[in-house]
Every structure is written in C-alpha cells, then in structure tokens.
C-alpha cells in the first residue's frame, strides 16, 4: 500500500510530515497511514500540471500518442485487478464482487477514451458555412488545461477513471484528490501511471482533508477546471469558488432518485431490480433509486416479497464469499444513516425491515438493508439523500400522479420506470426530469453513454463522448481570404 502523495512523477512525503489513518470499515482497524498533503503540496502538485501542460508538451501530443498511455493504464490495472479490487474492499467495505467489477470497469474506461483521444486526431477540424464567401472559418477542439479532479469515496478507482481518462484523452493535466476515507486505489493508479512512463505532472495524486487539500486546489489560481463528484454543499462550494476566476467546472452531486412500478411488472423482476437500485454498494450510491413508487394494485405483493427477499441478503465482511452486503465506508457515514432512519421513524414512517445494526455485528460500520413505509412526504426521509441501504416505498394510482411524485424533488439524476406496456414506459421516461433514465431496470451504467444531473444533481456530463467535451475547449478560427479588402475606412 502506497502511502506518499505522487507529484511531478515523484513520491514524497507532505511538507509537514502529517498523515491520516486508513480504517477498513469491516473490523475498524486502522490498516495504514497515509501523507495528508497541505496547500503548499497541493501548490507544487498544480504547477508540475502546469508545466506539464504549457511546457513539457502533453497537449502537444497527437491523440494517438495519448491514447498508447491511456491503453498502457488499461493494461496496468487490469494487470492488478484482484489486488487492487482487494484494496478497494478494505478501504471502502464493498463485496469484492463488486470491487472487482468496479476495476475492470476503470480499466474498461481507460480503454474507451483511448479510442476517443485516436478519433480527436482523425476529426480534428469541424468546417463551418458562412454567408460571406470571402471567409472561411473552422472550429477546433483544444484541451482546457490544468484540472483538479475531487472525488468521492463511493467508487473510489471508478471516480478517479471518470475523470482521469477523459481529461488526459483531451490533453488536459490532472491534480486528483481522493476523498480521505478511501486514498488506498488512487495511489495505486498513480503506481500505473508512473510504471507505464507517463511524464511527470501529467497526472498527480494528492491525498488528504477536503478542507486543507480540496481547498487549496479549487481557490489555486492555476487550476483551468474543477470537475468534482460528492455532496451538493461541497458542490456549491466548488462553483462559488470557481466564480472568483471564472474555472471551467463540472459537478456530479446528490440524489434522491425515484422508480415507477406499474400494475403491469413481473413482481419477481421488480423486487430484483428495486433491490439492486438501492442495496448495491451498501446503496451509498448517488444514482440510487431511493424512492419507489408502486401502483396500487401491485403494491401489497410487491412489498411482502421485497422485505422477503431483502432479509435474505447477506450481510458480512466484504472478503467472505457469497456476502452481498458489506459494512458502511465510516463511522460517520454510518451514524448518519442511522440518525436518517431514527428520523424518519419520529416523522412518522414504519421500518418494514431493517433499521438497525445486524445481530453478531458489534464490530465494524454494518446496517441492515432497510425498507420504509408510510414515509410522509414533506419528510426527510422522502426529500433528503441518506446515501445507505434504506428505501422508501409508498403508492401512487395513475400515472400522472407517478409523475408528479417522481419529479417533485429538487434533484434530478436518475428515474427509473418499469411496465410491460413499452410506449406508456417511453411516455414516463419522457416525463422524468432527471438526466438519466432506466427503464425496466435500475442502474446498470455505461461508460458510453452520458452520466450526470438536472436540478441539483449537478451540471455537465461525463462518460461517453460528452465525457471527453468536458475537458475541451472549442476555438473557431476564421480567415478573411488573402486579396480581397475590407473597404470600411480605408476605401
Ligand atoms: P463530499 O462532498 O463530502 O466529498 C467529496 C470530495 O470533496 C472529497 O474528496 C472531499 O475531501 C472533498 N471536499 C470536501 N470539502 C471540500 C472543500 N471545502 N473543498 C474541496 N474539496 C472538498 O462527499 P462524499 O461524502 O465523499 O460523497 C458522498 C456524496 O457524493 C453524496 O452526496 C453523493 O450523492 C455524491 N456522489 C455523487 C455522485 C454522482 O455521480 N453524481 C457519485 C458519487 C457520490
């Protein structure tokens, strides 16, 4: 386990020597100390992108010159995977099943914006029509510059990929910091980078508190661009921070998700995919599909079977075979679940499973997967992410009420929908205000297509080729033809 910051293609420890625990959640040991880099670390991590980027050439490169680095990455990880999938198991508390999944998934993205760094060399120019045939203009796409990537701890590799690909497929420059509960697997892509020989400052890994080190890389003044996922109030932050220089920003936040059920679904499929939308990742998840709306006629059925099966899900330490529910990342992420859950029981709603710590777990961050009834809907608990394994279920009897239930929030990342009827499931999908949208299922998530929010859940996309527009910037050229004249003052 790497425990120094990576900057300027060099580990080193941080300018006061301070560090910070690493805990695995599963039995809260304190497993490894790692640097907690300060704002003079964070400042030479940003100018060794900066001279990467203005001096030392990585946008000079072609795209398919990146692309080798990017597919060498790839490579790298894919190399590690059990280890590194290990890794993410004891610092995150995730099954390792998923973990693994996670990493093949970063390397899988580092591979696609791979092929999108080749394709900016094949279609570098875009020509634009004018109406006076004595210019000609053309667009082009440039890389932004120095970015600082923030990252939650939610899918600690996968966030760092998002970001990371991209912004080095453009020929941007990267100073990431990991969230402090989980630094373990960045470190390590930094490890890759550095083995595959990617120049210095090219990308650095800066690990520590989001108020010292976050901080100092969204005030730096040499930062182009903040691309950040986590928490709206960080979000805002980040946006009000990046007024003072006006930053390029993109915000992946929060969000309280809704999934329509009709009278029409298989209740077996349905249970499974509400299921999979809420418990996966210990549901600590920001496209979750925290609220579910059922039809009236389904909703008895369909709720005897998800407190059936959700009892069913076993709970342990994310290493043991067969565990499809590992603990909570933290004890503070824990403690804030649990208090969203108490809270929703003073508001009025009933804890139909769940709701408490497992027996035989005393130790280590586990909270039974949760299914709540009657949740009032000015509440907390219907309104507010609790970002754990806690669901809210209640009825709705048409679909305009489905609607107008599914879009009253102030976030908008995900809806999912799910009828046998197609055109009616097209119709809501329509209807979602939410920037992604499942239909006949919960969160499966593709690198090509584009991930992020309306509302409060953020502004920009990421993945797919709106993912690479992130970290570009577009500039139009346009040429006034040699021998012909202007006449304006000079007849
Ligand atoms: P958080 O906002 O507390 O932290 C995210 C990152 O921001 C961490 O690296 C943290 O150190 C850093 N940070 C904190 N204060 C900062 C500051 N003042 N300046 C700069 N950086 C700072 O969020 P979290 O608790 O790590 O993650 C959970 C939240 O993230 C949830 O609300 C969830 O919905 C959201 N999330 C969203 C997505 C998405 O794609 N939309 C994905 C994962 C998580």
Redesign the pocket.
Known sequence: MRSELYIDGKWRPSSDGRTFDVVNPATEEVIHRIAAATAEDVDLAVKAARRAFDRDGWPKLSGAQRAKYLRAIAEGIRARQAEIARLEVIDNGKPFPEADWDVADAAGCFDFYAGLAEQLDNNPEEPIALPDARFTSKAVKEPIGVVGA??????PLL?AAWKVAPALAAGCTVVL????VTSLTALELAAIADDVGLPAGVLNVVTG???VA??A??DHRQVDKLAF????P?GS??MAAAARDIKRISL????KSPFVVFDDADIDEAVEWIMFGIFWNQGQV?SATSRVLVQEGNYDRLLSRLVEETKKIRIGNGLEDGVLLGPLVSKRQHQQVVAAIEAAKAAGATVACGGKRPEGFETGYYLEPTVLTDVPLESDAWRE?I?GPVVSIRTFSTEEEAIELANDSRFG?AAAVMSRDDRRAERVAAAFRAGIVWINCSQPTFTEAPWG?YKE??IGRELGRWGLDNYLETKQITRFATGEKWGWYIK
Do not use: D, H, R
């Not at 996922?229 to 709206?232: E, L, M, P």
């Not at 992946?252 to 969000?255: D, F, I, P, S, Y």
């Open positions: 923030i990252i939650p701890w939610n899918y966030m910091k990991p969230a402090e508190a989001g108020s976050g901080q890389i969204i996922t986590g928490s709206g960080v932050k980040i992946e936040l929060g969000g920001c992410e970002f990342l929010g859940s953020g």
